[in-house]
Protein backbone atom coordinates (compact mmCIF):
# COMPACT_ATOMS: atom_id res chain seq x y z
CA UNK A 1 0.00 0.00 0.00
CA UNK A 2 0.83 3.56 -0.78
CA UNK A 3 1.34 6.57 2.40
CA UNK A 4 0.59 9.89 1.84
CA UNK A 5 2.04 12.90 3.67
CA UNK A 6 0.79 16.38 2.38
CA UNK A 7 2.49 19.69 3.04
CA UNK A 8 3.02 23.38 1.93
CA UNK A 9 -0.76 24.70 3.35
CA UNK A 10 -0.90 28.08 5.19
CA UNK A 11 -2.04 31.40 4.98
CA UNK A 12 -2.04 33.85 1.98
CA UNK A 13 -4.11 36.97 0.94
CA UNK A 14 -6.41 36.34 -1.79
CA UNK A 15 -4.97 36.81 -4.72
CA UNK A 16 -1.79 35.15 -3.88
CA UNK A 17 -0.16 31.33 -4.49
CA UNK A 18 0.75 28.46 -2.41
CA UNK A 19 2.40 25.28 -4.04
CA UNK A 20 1.10 21.76 -2.14
CA UNK A 21 3.01 18.94 -1.84
CA UNK A 22 2.32 15.08 -1.87
CA UNK A 23 4.77 12.67 -0.80
CA UNK A 24 4.26 9.06 -1.44
CA UNK A 25 5.96 6.18 -0.15
CA UNK A 26 5.53 2.17 0.29
CA UNK A 27 4.58 2.36 -3.53
CA UNK A 28 5.14 4.42 -6.98
CA UNK A 29 2.87 6.77 -7.32
CA UNK A 30 2.36 5.78 -11.12
CA UNK A 31 0.41 2.46 -9.85
CA UNK A 32 -2.43 4.69 -8.98
CA UNK A 33 -4.98 7.22 -10.02
CA UNK A 34 -4.54 10.21 -7.73
CA UNK A 35 -6.65 13.27 -6.35
CA UNK A 36 -6.87 16.34 -4.32
CA UNK A 37 -10.08 17.14 -2.42
CA UNK A 38 -10.82 19.77 0.08
CA UNK A 39 -13.11 19.90 3.26
CA UNK A 40 -14.19 23.29 4.49
CA UNK A 41 -15.87 23.90 7.67
CA UNK A 42 -19.18 22.10 7.73
CA UNK A 43 -19.13 21.16 4.24
CA UNK A 44 -18.48 17.83 2.51
CA UNK A 45 -15.48 16.69 0.88
CA UNK A 46 -15.35 18.08 -2.48
CA UNK A 47 -13.12 17.02 -5.31
CA UNK A 48 -10.51 19.40 -6.93
CA UNK A 49 -8.38 18.22 -9.50
CA UNK A 50 -7.37 14.33 -10.65
CA UNK A 51 -4.56 12.92 -12.87
CA UNK A 52 -4.95 9.33 -14.23
CA UNK A 53 -2.42 6.58 -13.47
CA UNK A 54 -0.37 7.30 -16.99
CA UNK A 55 -0.34 11.51 -15.83
CA UNK A 56 -1.30 11.78 -18.79
CA UNK A 57 -4.96 13.23 -18.30
CA UNK A 58 -6.43 15.33 -15.59
CA UNK A 59 -9.62 16.39 -14.75
CA UNK A 60 -10.18 19.95 -12.21
CA UNK A 61 -13.55 21.25 -10.64
CA UNK A 62 -15.24 24.10 -12.38
CA UNK A 63 -14.25 26.21 -9.36
CA UNK A 64 -10.60 25.99 -10.16
CA UNK A 65 -9.90 25.67 -13.64
CA UNK A 66 -7.23 27.87 -14.85
CA UNK A 67 -6.41 28.56 -11.43
CA UNK A 68 -5.16 25.09 -10.13
CA UNK A 69 -2.44 22.46 -11.66
CA UNK A 70 -1.92 19.45 -10.47
CA UNK A 71 1.81 17.90 -11.71
CA UNK A 72 3.07 14.21 -10.88
CA UNK A 73 6.83 13.60 -10.55
CA UNK A 74 7.06 9.91 -10.56
CA UNK A 75 10.81 10.36 -9.94
CA UNK A 76 10.22 11.86 -6.90
CA UNK A 77 6.96 9.87 -6.36
CA UNK A 78 5.69 13.31 -5.29
CA UNK A 79 2.10 14.97 -6.73
CA UNK A 80 1.92 18.74 -6.13
CA UNK A 81 -0.72 21.39 -6.45
CA UNK A 82 -0.20 24.45 -7.30
CA UNK A 83 -2.47 26.86 -6.25
CA UNK A 84 -2.97 30.94 -8.05
CA UNK A 85 -4.89 33.36 -7.79
CA UNK A 86 -6.84 32.42 -4.03
CA UNK A 87 -9.92 33.58 -3.40
CA UNK A 88 -11.42 33.12 0.51
CA UNK A 89 -13.82 30.16 -0.53
CA UNK A 90 -10.41 28.01 -1.71
CA UNK A 91 -9.99 27.92 2.35
CA UNK A 92 -10.32 24.32 3.07
CA UNK A 93 -8.09 21.40 4.48
CA UNK A 94 -6.49 19.83 1.38
CA UNK A 95 -6.26 16.63 0.89
CA UNK A 96 -4.75 14.17 -1.55
CA UNK A 97 -5.59 10.65 -2.15
CA UNK A 98 -4.69 7.61 -4.59
CA UNK A 99 -6.52 4.86 -5.82
CA UNK A 100 -5.03 1.31 -7.30
CA UNK A 101 -6.40 1.29 -10.91
CA UNK A 102 -6.46 -0.64 -13.75
CA UNK A 103 -6.75 2.13 -16.26
CA UNK A 104 -3.75 4.44 -17.36
CA UNK A 105 -6.56 7.12 -18.70
CA UNK A 106 -9.48 7.52 -16.02
CA UNK A 107 -10.14 10.24 -13.58
CA UNK A 108 -11.97 9.23 -10.55
CA UNK A 109 -14.01 12.50 -9.11
CA UNK A 110 -15.36 10.52 -5.83
CA UNK A 111 -13.75 10.42 -2.97
CA UNK A 112 -15.16 6.83 -1.58
CA UNK A 113 -13.32 5.61 -5.00
CA UNK A 114 -10.26 6.32 -3.27
CA UNK A 115 -8.27 4.21 -1.03
CA UNK A 116 -5.45 6.08 0.51
CA UNK A 117 -5.79 9.40 2.10
CA UNK A 118 -3.08 12.09 3.30
CA UNK A 119 -3.71 13.44 6.65
CA UNK A 120 -4.62 17.15 5.30
CA UNK A 121 -3.12 20.34 5.26
CA UNK A 122 -4.63 23.47 5.94
CA UNK A 123 -5.00 26.29 3.65
CA UNK A 124 -6.63 29.41 4.32
CA UNK A 125 -6.93 32.67 2.16
CA UNK A 126 -7.89 35.94 3.83
CA UNK A 127 -9.91 38.25 2.03
Known amino acids: QVHLVESGGGLVQAGGSLRLSCAAS????????MGWFRQAQGKEREFVIG????????SSADSVKGRFTLSKDNAKNTMYLQMNSLKPEDTAVYYC????????????????????WGQGTQVTVSS
Open 97 to 116: AARSTASYDSIWMFAAGYEY
Open 26 to 33: GRSVSRYG
Open 51 to 58: VSRSGGST
